[in-house]
């Protein structure tokens, strides 16, 4: 069964930088989008971005435009998010989704890894 395995998470003062991973256990197919999600205690699950498999085209919610950058590197099957001048708002479990649809909706995607803790400290 194919596993996606989140890293990078940790503790931050606001302000800083975290750069989280999430690799696949096998290559996703062409037609995937893999997108990272966040939950803050007591919330839902929240749309953060997502990035074309193909062609690496990205997508952000608006918290996270000019801020967090996704990547995805083909060689080793892992999609990135670089997070810059993290704000105590942003504490909460990331986690990494595969779907077929640049969607918001956490309903769109249907393989989902363990999630990595983000906490920002003020």
């Known amino acids: 069964q194919v596993q996606l395995v989140e890293s990078g998470g940790g503790l931050v003062q606001a302000g800083g930088s975290l750069r989280l991973s999430c690799k696949s256990s096998?290559?996703?197919?062409?037609?995937?989008?893999m997108a990272w999600f966040r939950r803050a205690p007591g919330q839902e699950r929240e749309f953060v971005a997502a990035?074309?498999?193909?062609?690496?085209?990205?997508y952000y919610s608006d918290s996270a435009k000019g801020r967090f950058t996704i990547s995805r590197e083909r060689a080793d099957y892992t999609v990135s998010l670089q997070m810059d001048n993290l704000k105590p708002e942003d504490t909460a479990v990331h986690s990494c989704?595969?779907?077929?649809?640049?969607?918001?909706?956490?309903?769109?995607?249907?393989?989902w890894g363990q999630g990595t803790q983000v906490t920002v400290s003020s």
């Open positions: 990035v074309r498999w193909s062609n690496g085209l990205t």
């Open positions: 096998e290559r996703p197919y062409s037609s995937h989008v």
């Open positions: 989704g595969v779907g077929t649809s640049p969607s918001s909706n956490v309903r769109d995607y249907f393989r």
